[in-house]
Antibody
Framework: EVQLVQSGGGLVQPGGSLRLSCAAS????????LNWVRQAPGKGLEWLSY???????YYADSLKGRFTISRDNAKNSLYLQMDSLTADDTALYYC????????????WGQGTLVTVSS | EIVMTQSPATLSVSPGERATLSCRAS??????LAWYQQKPGQPPRLLIY???TRATGIPARFSGSGSGTEFTLIISSLQSEDVAVYYC?????????FGQGTKLEIK
């Protein structure tokens, strides 16, 4: 069974940093692309970042270079380093696996809440 | 950036009736269109990919159609468990932009 277990969310002050993790199991992690998606309270889904199996990376323009996606295939883990956080970054953050050979998301983590507030 | 627009924002349908949800892309995405269902307190779940292929375990009452810029998700006979927000997503490139969602309610 494919599982994506997220951790690392919490309360952070404006201007602060946070690192989210997504631990994968039940599939050959190194052969799949992965993504981060967020959902602000009461709002829709916003794609944030993509990392391919070979390490090609893309970001949404809205992030303005503040977030960094990475993966550790030895640890079957995906990460999102978030810096210079603002209140607008308050959201539920999901990791999502890209379908093999395609770009839609076939499995999602449970989500982790990030709250940016003083 | 490809913009995805869903309509209506909210849809109320009686149990057993048909629900029709629409999604429009600002430019052609071919058949690279997915639908997701999100119930309260849960992550999204993949329903449809390739515009019309049901994901594993998705009931046959869910069907998708369309190509290019116009897409439709149909629930042929609405069940109470289908109450959710439905999102379309284009994946013509790596920036998988989502529509704003359609909230499906029971009338």
């Amino acid at each position: 069974e494919v599982q994506l277990v997220q951790s690392g969310g919490g309360l952070v002050q404006p201007g602060g940093s946070l690192r989210l993790s997504c631990a994968a199991s039940g599939f050959t992690f190194s052969t799949y692309s992965l993504n981060w998606v967020r959902q602000a309270p009461g709002k829709g889904l916003e794609w944030l970042s993509y990392i391919s199996s070979s390490g090609v990376i893309y970001y949404a323009d809205s992030l303005k270079g503040r977030f960094t996606i990475s993966r550790d295939n030895a640890k079957n883990s995906l990460y999102l380093q978030m810096d210079s956080l603002t209140a607008d970054d308050t959201a539920l953050y999901y990791c999502a696996r890209g379908s093999y050979g395609d770009y839609y998301f076939d499995n999602w983590g449970q989500g982790t809440l990030v709250t940016v507030s003083s | 950036e490809i913009v995805m627009t869903q309509s209506p924002a909210t849809l109320s349908v009686s149990p057993g009736e048909r629900a029709t949800l629409s999604c429009r892309a600002s430019q052609s995405v071919g058949s690279n269109l997915a639908w997701y269902q999100q119930k309260p307190g849960q992550p999204p779940r993949l329903l449809i990919y390739g515009a019309s292929t049901r994901a594993t375990g998705i009931p046959a009452r869910f069907s998708g159609s369309g190509s290019g810029t116009e897409f439709t998700l149909i629930i042929s006979s609405l069940q109470s468990e289908d109450v959710a927000v439905y999102y379309c997503q284009q994946y013509n490139d790596w920036s998988g932009t989502f529509g704003q969602g359609t909230k499906l309610e029971i009338k």
